[in-house]
């Protein structure tokens, strides 16, 4: 049985392969005496298990009419999804199959299969892309950072004596705090003794600013808001009031980057902890860059996308996010009531979460075909092999795949492969340092 003809319909909304499938008159035949088989299996008056004739079998299924749609039936269910695999196309969906003229032994039969495919989409350009990419190697400025790192680790803190001190941004404000939410106190913030480090982000942007210029003894009485960049209120309706009795001052104390903090992390002296640090920068980056070089530059290609993709296939691909979702919280001993409460979720908000992944999936995929298909790209069996040998279907048996009628999912994944390959080897990319971009350099 093999696909003869392959069709593409597109209304506008959505796209459907046709597909007209022949089976040979050997496979129609094999198809027949199998069916055929199982009818006689019953029983029938007058012959023993097996003996009766290919007319009295026909009988009692209904006719020969009858009996022909049961081995269409037979030979579709055993070979037509082997076909369609093999013709390298994936229904979104269920396909829907038509026989419109009758089967008969010893000929050809042929059908058609229709059903929704993703959609071909095409690229305004088909360029390399231009990224950014952070340099290879651990820098001077990143060494830097990752010892302000080490010496906020090793922090210490010294009372702030001076009894004519003004809070400031930066300083640490021992403090006895009450809030409330509409005279409604909040979980632990009756009368509640804190350290607040002002513009550290311990308490809101509002709440800090509140406090400074104040002097240790003074008891301060305000409004403020604590709400996120995107207006959602950690409690209540976020409009929150303060009283705060200011206690005293301290200042965080950072020790010099000197030997005897080298000393301290198990370096020799200031030298071999820079060492050591550009080596497990370095490390780190070759770990981290080309993930991040294969965002980038699927992010890059995406831009290029000519249109939306259509509704439908955001719809499918929705159905395996969240299948993949839940598993991956089975897998973690969790439920989705915990995961969102965890993550300070509605129902809504996880909702909007898995439909834009689910865009972003939908759209990397009509990305990458139209890149594979531009570049006149194949995938070869040495290609498959290797999706065996370690790659993403190393879980199972090439034999197992074929069974399941499923290697042209193995197919796509080469070919999403090969595209994305293709963008990085051709990425022109352009080196940038972040501490120089902040540094105005």
Known sequence: MEVKDKVREDDGERQELVLTITASAEEVDAAADK???????????????????????????????????????????????????????????EPEFNVDAQLETGKPFSFTVSGQVAPVMTLTSYEPVSIEMPPEEATEAEIDEQLRQLQD?????????DPDHEAAMGDYVQAVVTVTNNGRLLPSMNQTNRMIGLGKGSMPEGFDAQLVGAKAGEVREFDFEAKDDEGNAAFGDGNLHAVVEVKGFRREVLPPIDDALAVKV???????????????????????????MVDRVVDAALERLDGEVPSYYVDFIRQDVGRELMHSLEKKGTNLQDFLLHNQLDSDDFKAQVSGEAQRRAAIDCMLEAVFAHEGMEV??????????????????????????????????????????????????TVVDASDEAAGK
């Open 153 to 161: 680790y090793y922090h210490s803190f010294e009372d702030i004596e």
């Open 35 to 93: 069916f055929f088989k199982e009818v006689a299996k019953r029983d029938i008056p007058g012959f023993r298990k097996g003996k009766a004739p290919r007319t009295v079998l026909e009988q009692t299924v209904g006719g020969h009419v009858n009996a022909m749609g049961g081995v269409a039936e037979q030979l579709i269910n055993d070979l037509a999804f082997k076909a369609i695999d093999g013709a390298d196309v994936i229904f979104v969906g």
């Open 266 to 292: 198990g370096c020799t002296d200031v030298s071999d902890m820079r060492d050591q640090m550009r080596r497990a920068i370095n490390m780190q980056k070759g770990k981290d860059l080309p993930k991040l």
């Open 380 to 429: 070869t069996d040495e290609d498959i092999d290797r999706m065996f040998e370690g790659g993403t279907a190393q879980d199972q048996t090439r034999e197992a795949w074929e069974k399941a009628n499923r290697m042209s999912d193995i197919r796509k994944m080469c070919r999403q492969q090969k595209a994305t390959r293709w963008l990085v080897d051709n990425a022109q990319v």
